[in-house]
Each structure stands twice: as C-alpha cells, then as structure tokens.
C-alpha cells in the first residue's frame, strides 16, 4: 500500500500545479471537458462553482488520508457535485471509518458514500483489469448518443463499477445497462442524484440566437448632386 500511497501523492501533487496555474491566470481551468472563460461549461449538469469544488474537495481529501492514514489505506476519491464516493482497500473496519472521518470534515463535503473494503490491495493485474473496464464501460456511454457523456463519472474497483452524475430516471437506468453488459463488470453501484424531467429542463442552456444567412439589404441610392451655378 504504501508505495501505491506515494504514486498517488505525486499525482495530488502535479493536481496542486495544476490548479495553481489555473487560478493564478497562467493556463485554463478544464472542468467537465472545456476550459473555464471559454465554450463549454455547459455541458456539465454541476455549476461551475461545484466543479471547482469537487476538484478541491478530492485534491484535500487525498492528501489528508495520505498523511493521516498513511499506508493503512489505499483510497480511491471521488467528487461529484460535492458528495463523496470512496474505494478501495484498507487494514482494517477501524481505518475505514477514519477514512470516512476525515473526508468528511473536508470543507463543502456535503456527503460520503463509503465503499471501501477490508481487504488486502490488489495487484497490479486487477488495477489493469479495473482501468480496461472503466474504459470500456465509457465507450459504451459515448456510443449511446443519449446519455450526457461528460456528466457521468465511472469509476472501477475490483471489478464493481460506480456511476457517478446528476442524470434522470431514464439515464440511470440507461447508463447501468450499459455498464452490466460490459465484460468483466461483477456489480454496479449507482451513486447518482435524479433528477426529474422539469429539472432537467431548467439546466438546458438557453437557445442560441438566430443566425442571419442572407444576403444584406442594398444600400439605398445616393441623391444626386446639384446642378453648378451659372456663371
């Protein structure tokens, strides 16, 4: 676990760059697959302000387990729309209620679904066997061409995917489908938020304006000119 523990620390650390640089005005924040100050914010069903959050959120929480937890855990965290999925292994049923604690107190958690398991850490075949999954379950996702892709997180861990967005009745049930007929896939969590229909209306960005396309009114005629005076 624990060498699992540093690679992680390095990634929560190139985050911190990351994030650095976005705030400070040095490169734009990506959020939801499109860069903050540009086209695409919409595409995401959370507000701009819960999308930074959640990339905060998991940021903090990362490095809290890490220096509280240290190589008792290997936790997997992930925010969306500021609930909290945890995976992942730990020592003991101890250890995975401190892991609960601690992400708990991170500021604007609103709430934590905890699914680690007291288990051994996997090697590095169930890890690839994991990723394959996660893969193969978001190519199915962009196939369908009626679930919002970029709204749907997927995580995978020892072969149990979790879904993760803020979709409607339909969509979860669309998108678990999906996800059961993917190979390899023993089990599928849900961690989504419904939403009904009307609410999902109100989160569709407006409609663009109109676009003229044809060809400009001619300018009207010039007056003519008067006549010189005579001499």
Do not use: W
């Not at 400070?24 to 695409?40: D, M, Q, Y």
């Amino acid at each position: 676990m624990k060498s699992q523990q540093l690679i992680r620390l390095g990634a929560a650390s190139l985050s911190v760059v990351a994030l650095s640089m976005a705030l400070s005005g040095c490169a734009p924040l990506i959020i939801g697959g499109a860069a903050v100050g540009g086209t695409l914010m919409a595409v995401d069903r959370r507000s701009s302000g819960a999308q930074i959050d959640d990339q905060a959120i998991e940021l903090r929480a990362n490095n809290r387990l890490t220096d509280q937890l240290g190589g008792r855990a290997n936790v997997y965290v992930t925010s969306y729309n500021r609930q909290v999925l945890l995976t992942g292994e730990v020592a003991s049923e101890a250890t995975r209620l401190d892991a609960e604690r601690i992400v708990s107190g991170v500021d604007n958690v609103r709430s934590v679904v905890n699914e680690l398991k007291v288990m051994n850490s996997p090697g590095i075949t169930q890890r690839t066997s994991d990723s394959l999954i996660t893969g193969r379950v978001k190519a199915g996702l962009v196939d369908a061409r009626d679930l919002p892709v970029t709204g749907i997180k997927v995580t995978t861990t020892n072969n149990v995917v979790y879904l993760m967005g803020r979709v409607t009745a339909r969509e979860s049930e669309r998108a678990t489908e999906i996800a059961r007929n993917v190979d390899g896939v023993q089990r599928v969590v849900r961690v989504f938020e419904i939403l009904t229909e009307d609410e999902l209306a109100r989160l569709a960005p407006p409609p663009a304006a109109p676009v003229t396309t044809g060809s400009p009114a001619p300018a009207p005629a010039a007056a003519p000119a008067p006549a010189a005076p005579r001499q």
